[in-house]
């Protein structure tokens, strides 16, 4: 087990009614002035919006609003919000929405308070130092950015995805976490939503540092109470209980507590970020084709732990040949994603010819040469690996 | 699910040589001058305190010492704490040890800021509003005092053993985890430890809140992972790798992650703390005693999710009698105890004739009519649970 550091202090505040706080947590981590960011009308349409700012005017914080952010949020909404917060004073950030709006509310928050641009800190030429705090009403579980101190931002200008990855400052102070607000995504969302989760676990868990068994189990547990909340969930939409598993579910998956104490992977999220920045595909829908295309790889070139996830995850019986375990757990994850209607090729995310060169290229020079950590992998294996997703 | 809070905003800094950074943790969290509270004498032959003397004096920071707390710890050594405290303007606390060392460093932090006695607050009178700020060098894996807001302290005047629960004002600021410290324990400190970990895992296990998939198998994650750890170190004590994840694993368990969502038990903690009280028995040697006794009386009573416990935690097979699946899970319990060398009855504590009449009238003297949740338990309930203890 190596050495780590974990520490998560956002408030996580879970259950009914629960939007009704935002006003209460916001005065509590000290905001006086508001900027409210999300998506589209829907957190209109239900009345949410409405509720988060009856509940900011009861707390007696003014507020103003930025909406329209769009998946896999680009760079120009940023600059927009940074205008406006600074225009307005703005103390305090509050994202009601999905991983899209919160990562664009965290852009935001890093980017008021720093005098150059804040691509700077995606760029990864300056750390963040500070930024405004920063308040969550989640709608959408998936990305665990209503837990993390990460954020993924699209530059428009050469479609670069880029993911920023800092610790407690940008961690959200509070996460409002209601349910209720999840009964009606739709079953596409809520599947995509899964995956992305999923792949969060499985970043964490495929590893070459052994001697970590309690973050492996943690790993397996979570994974578990995923599939069976799912399972329900997609013939019973509107079932409370499986969706706050997966909404919780989503939540441990990156607290941290499934990565700590051993080297983590990521490879499968840096080749989906190229296909979502190239293509526009949900980012979870490009997990459910990038992950099994990556894990089968995976079954020819490191199958232990491709074969313990088998076994463990979905009861694949201890066979003489690991390779042959291996596969038929990734088979299980497959005919999983596609009992949740979810793509697990190109051609069935919609993309009949994708161009692996540009992806390869654009890959490494955001990313270097080397991608992953279970096994590195150079430009040809990850050829490889987009050409197993066909 | 229940709707719940979960907040830890406690820094774990986890790994090889940490407590070297003590002096850095403590100037981080605010501290100008500490009291550095420990137990015996062994972290003073071991070097330990002299290393944490050394961190603390490299980054400017005058401390005192308060030594001697003892297992189960009394108000006495608070009292003289909270004296020592205020003659000396401390504004940090260190807990150098184990769970005993730091619940007595909590109720020194309380009570140092507050005109009355410290006693009100285990006493229930008044919460605990301010505190000083609690760092911990944890050296003995077992309480998850590490990681709670929690303190356990007995009163010497009637041998009351109160077990306080705060939330974020008593979680210690940061917590050193250096494994390497546990390697020398003794296979009779660690087993306790053991005990005392899974414990407080299936305290929150056993529950009637339906729904809550997620947090059960987090909880059945580790203690797997638990119980894996334990058949290591009892054999190779000096295994680093056990050794890290049993301390994690200690964390991890009391955390908050394995009881959010749902109502808790803690009877068997409850029933134990007066058999320590009473008998001064260490209280993970107590509650391998006490909680296969209440597991035994809850497979006549409520055996459902102590057969779900015995199939996936033990891989007890399916049957369809849910009551000797759950007898077998609890003997599985009760033979890896064994197999660790604890006890699992009284007389195997050393108490041939316990005093059952006074051991259940100063339970319901310091915890009302009725003890736990899964199954509410009455006087004549408890007292067939400590018979099954004999």
Redesign the interface.
Known sequence: ????????????????E?EGKTGELTAKYGGNKALIVYGKGHVIASGLLARVEKSLTGSGIPYIELGGVEPNPTDHKVYEGIRLARTHQIDFMIAVGGGSVIDTAKAIAAGVVYAGDFWDFYAGTIPVVEALPVGVVLTIPASGSEASGNSVITKSDGLHKISLRTGEVLRPRFSIMN?ELTLSLSSWQTACGIADMMSHVMERYFTNT?????T???C???L???I??ALVVISDTGN???R??LM??GT?AHIG?CG??REEDWASHFLEHEVSAVYNVTHGAGLAVIQPAWLTWMTVHQPEKVAQFAARVWDVPEKRDHRLMALEGVQCLKNFFKSINLPTTFSELGIDHPDIDLLVSKLHEDKGDLIGNYVKLDSRAVHEIFELAK
């Open positions: 087990m190596n050495g780590f550091v974990f520490q998560s202090a956002t408030e996580f505040v879970f259950g009914r629960t349910p052994l001697g970590v068994e309690i492996d189990r943690l397996e547990g979570v578990k109470a995923i069976d909340a409370y209980d499986a706050a598993n919780w579910s441990v507590i700590v104490g």
